[in-house]
């Protein structure tokens, strides 16, 4: 039992630094398309909860409204989003992701999966098998 | 090959998955010390490599200059960090961590094992040993 125990605090801390450096691979991987990672923690956001208010995206990424707009205007800029009138109610702007947005989200997401295969060329095939299904049961259980 | 390629695609998505939900998760947990995900993120880097400037904080951070000074304000305030003279070059201002931060790291971390042990319930404990052998192993080849 206290082997498992320590065991949990392994897993949590392999969890931790496997994050830290997904991360920071993510930041090289957006280095090549001229992004910064709260630019694409907001991208991601967008795509995945569809158009977003800055109040809304300030919110989720838990920085100030302020820092929001500054990250829109330059994102605007780069035809990554653009700022349109809610369609129920016309004296709300919300942030649109833009074509050119989901490009990079895709790209950036395609980089990071030909990272991972490299990084696991050292595992055998029945390895990655059983990580995919205690990954996948982690999720699983993680959500309920 | 194929299957294993797909796999691949597969554990890149939980992972990403999965470092989302403990990133929500932490921010739960950090609610309770009155801190912010972006001020927990300043206490990790402090910790681990040692006094910074705010220009060093920006550059870790990919936040603003003006950002991290208005972070270290507030952190300030709460005694969690403090400004502190460079020992060898007496104009540079470092950011230190107090022993009030450190309290809300260990905290914070130990409330993040706990989830963790709470979410691997319905694991057995080979299925727990296996996920903390592959994972790692993970992070060694990450390393590497």
């Given at each position: 039992?206290?082997?498992?125990?320590?065991?949990?605090?392994?897993?949590?801390?392999?969890?931790?630094?496997?994050?830290?450096?997904?991360?920071?691979?993510?930041?090289?991987?957006?280095?090549?398309?001229?992004?910064?990672?709260?630019?694409?923690?907001?991208?991601?956001?967008?795509?995945?909860?569809?158009?977003?208010?800055?109040?809304?995206?300030?919110?989720?990424?838990?920085?100030?409204?302020?820092?929001?707009?500054?990250?829109?205007d330059r994102m605007e800029k780069n035809n990554?989003?653009?700022?349109?009138?809610?369609?129920?109610?016309?004296?709300?702007?919300?942030?649109?992701?833009?074509?050119?947005?989901?490009?990079?989200?895709?790209?950036?997401?395609?980089?990071?999966?030909?990272?991972?295969?490299?990084?696991?060329?050292?595992?055998?095939?029945?390895?990655?098998?059983?990580?995919?299904?205690?990954?996948?049961?982690?999720?699983?259980?993680?959500?309920?």
């Amino acid at each position: 039992m206290t082997y498992v125990f320590n065991t949990v605090e392994e897993i949590e801390k392999s969890l931790r630094c496997i994050a830290a450096i997904l991360k920071k691979k993510g930041r090289d991987i957006l280095s090549n398309y001229s992004i910064t990672p709260p630019q694409f923690d907001a991208l991601l956001l967008l795509n995945e909860s569809g158009n977003m208010t800055i109040g809304e995206l300030s919110n989720k990424m838990y920085l100030a409204c302020s820092t929001i707009t500054d990250l829109m205007d330059r994102m605007e800029k780069n035809n990554l989003v653009k700022r349109v009138k809610d369609e129920k109610d016309r004296r709300l702007v919300r942030i649109q992701l833009l074509e050119n947005g989901q490009r990079v989200i895709e790209a950036a997401l395609a980089k990071r999966q030909e990272y991972l295969r490299e990084v696991l060329k050292n595992f055998s095939d029945q390895e990655i098998v059983q990580l995919e299904k205690l990954l996948a049961k982690l999720q699983q259980e993680m959500k309920e």
